[in-house]
């Protein structure tokens, strides 16, 4: 079994940044596809970036692309986001997960591990 706990969200202005942090604990997740989600009000949940565990690859969603880093330490069974140039559509709460697949998926149901999530909310 694996816990996830996400941290470092809150408000902030258009333009600015943030960093979340998702630590696992349980097991091990340095076999394990990473990626990072988000649920805006009303919405379904989107995938916003993923990293592979061999090469360390990542994909971004087109909304996010050249604004957000995905990044992991294995080392630390943890892994990060970070955003910036934040606007305000990227209000919404952020959740990490991990998934038993062998490479990055969009899909929120190939991923079997999530956490609570976390609030960001970027004012204008």
């Known amino acids: 079994q694996v816990q996830l706990v996400e941290s470092g969200g809150g408000l902030v202005q258009a333009g600015g940044s943030l960093r979340l942090s998702c630590a696992a604990s349980?097991?091990?997740?340095?076999?394990?596809?990473m990626g990072w989600f988000r649920q805006a009000p009303g919405k379904e949940r989107e995938f916003v970036a993923g990293?592979?565990?061999?090469?360390?690859?990542?994909y971004y969603a087109d909304s996010v692309k050249g604004r957000f880093t995905i990044s992991r330490d294995n080392a630390k069974n943890t892994m990060y986001l970070q955003m910036g140039s934040l606007k305000p559509e990227d209000t919404a709460i952020y959740y990490c997960a991990v998934s038993r697949t062998v490479l990055v998926t969009t899909t929120p149901a190939s991923y079997q591990y999530w956490g609570q999530g976390t609030q960001v909310t970027v004012s204008s």
């Open positions: 990293i592979n565990w061999s090469d360390y690859s990542s």
């Open positions: 349980g097991r091990t997740v340095s076999s394990y596809v």
